[in-house]
């Protein structure tokens, strides 16, 4: 079976641009749900998503936006880009008690 | 506010000696808990739950609710267990799972 799958792997943008970032969940998982990974911080939740619904929202701006399609693949958007948004983004797909993280998006912003 | 405390960045033992990681959190209701675990180059993935009570490569985790903390422990340390630990909180019990707070992580070093 496929692991989660995300792309691209690496990303680097300019302040004030936007990025759009793409998670693919395992085969039959409808749960995809987003994380940033930054040095300082951690670990922390962005949002997330089941059958095309968000149902947790992170406490992060609103340049952070994200959805999800009918085939469950969802993808994360992210503008007007601060340096501060540079981090590890990653993306995660459940199925009942289960959640498999994917390798994450490595987003520099200079 | 909801916390999931993690004192330690780094812990540093020698192979065959007993570890303990320690993870507090901050939760007025009723905590769903977990121990994630990041080998180097690899992803994260789920090393155990609270609910299972079960053991995984030798470590455990009993939560305890009055001193509202979740350690997880070895006896007998191996290299292979070197890695960056990482105890996360499910505000929604038995609910959805994507609302997870992680800790900061501890790095676990075991040393030959």
């Known amino acids: 079976k496929a692991g989660v799958t995300q792309t691209p792997r690496y990303l680097i943008k300019t302040r004030g641009q936007q990025v759009t970032l793409s998670c693919s969940p395992i085969?039959?998982?409808?749960?995809v749900s987003w994380y940033q990974q930054t040095p300082g911080q951690g670990l922390q939740f962005l949002f997330e998503?089941?059958?095309?619904?968000?149902?947790n929202k992170g406490n992060f701006p609103g340049r952070f936006s994200g959805r999800q399609f009918s085939n469950s693949r969802s993808e994360m958007n992210v503008s007007t880009l601060e340096l501060g948004d540079s981090a590890l983004y990653l993306c995660?797909?459940?199925?009942?008690?289960?959640?498999?993280f994917g390798p994450g998006t490595r987003l520099t912003v200079t | 506010a909801q916390r999931v405390t993690q004192p330690e960045k780094l812990l540093s033992v020698f192979k065959g000696a007993p570890v303990e990681l320690k993870c507090n959190y901050s939760?007025?209701?009723?905590?769903?808990l977990f121990w994630y675990v990041q080998y180097s180059r690899q992803r994260l993935q789920l090393l155990l739950r609270?609910?299972s009570r079960e053991s995984i490569k030798g470590f455990t985790a009993d939560l305890n609710k009055g001193e509202t903390s979740f350690h997880l422990k070895k006896p007998f340390a191996q290299e292979e267990d070197s890695a960056m630990y990482y105890c996360?909180?499910?505000?929604?019990?038995?609910?959805?799972?994507?609302?997870?707070?992680f800790g900061k992580g501890t790095k676990l070093s075991v040393k030959p």
């Open positions: 939760y007025s209701g009723s905590p769903e």
């Open positions: 996360a909180l499910n505000m929604n019990y038995g609910g959805s799972q994507g609302n997870l707070i």
């Open positions: 998503y089941f059958s095309e619904t968000q149902r």
């Open positions: 995660a797909s459940s199925l009942g008690n289960q959640r498999y």
């Open positions: 085969s039959g998982h409808r749960s």
């Open positions: 609270h609910i």
